[in-house]
Structures are given as C-alpha cells and as structure tokens.
C-alpha cells in the first residue's frame, strides 16, 4: 500500500504545483479552485492509505532490467515533438534513439559473450 500512497501523494504533489502556477500568473478563478481541489483530494486520499494501512506490498519481481528501449522509446517521443517544436528537438530525439538503440546492442553483446 505504500507504493500506492507514494505514487497520489506525488500526484497531488504535482497538481498543487501546477495550482501555484496558476496562483501566480492565471487570471480565472475555477481551474485555481479545481486544480486546488484536485490536489487536496489526492493529499487527503494518499494521506489515509498511509494512516489505515492495508496489505503488504508484494516484492517487486525485476531481475533483469534494460534502459536502451525506454530510451530510445523517449527519443522517438522527443522527435515526434519536435515536428512540431523545432529541428532542434529532432535532433535531440534522434540523439536518444541512437544512445538507446546502443545500449540495446551492448546489453545483447555482453548477454551473449556469458
């Protein structure tokens, strides 16, 4: 129950973040009550699973773990994105998916020569 109360408490972390940028710098009213309201249900929400407790949380169960696919997953994200935002984007994006499709070969090369 602990990852669970992390994971709303951390969300509610970040929509209260949000309710201050809106705080500072919004004009309307009903996204600052909202967002405020959001972020307060989900503190209150992580706050009781923490205080009632419940059952364990079962072992994580990640033996073997690779970071060149989510890598190069983020680098064609960041290269779609830069379609829109600019060359430069895309040459980051494209920097990632060589970096993560790397890291894919290495992990493959070492598996193998075991």
């Given at each position: 129950m602990r990852r669970g109360a992390l994971m709303l408490g951390a969300w509610g972390l970040w929509v209260g973040a949000w309710v201050i940028t809106l705080w500072?710098?919004?004009e309307a009213l009903v996204p600052l009550v909202v967002f405020g309201a959001a972020a307060a249900g989900a503190a209150?929400?992580?706050g009781y699973m923490v205080i009632a407790g419940g059952p364990d949380d079962p072992p994580r169960t990640l033996t073997e773990s690779s970071p060149g696919p989510p890598v190069a997953a983020a680098g064609v994200v960041l290269a779609a994105n830069g379609?829109?935002?600019?060359?430069?984007?895309?040459l980051i994006g494209a920097e990632l998916v060589a970096f993560?499709?790397?890291l894919?070969?290495?992990?493959s090369r070492r598996?193998?020569?075991r």
């Open positions: 500072i710098w919004g209150l929400a992580a379609l829109a935002f600019g060359l430069w984007l895309v993560g499709i790397g894919a070969i290495a992990e598996a193998r020569a």
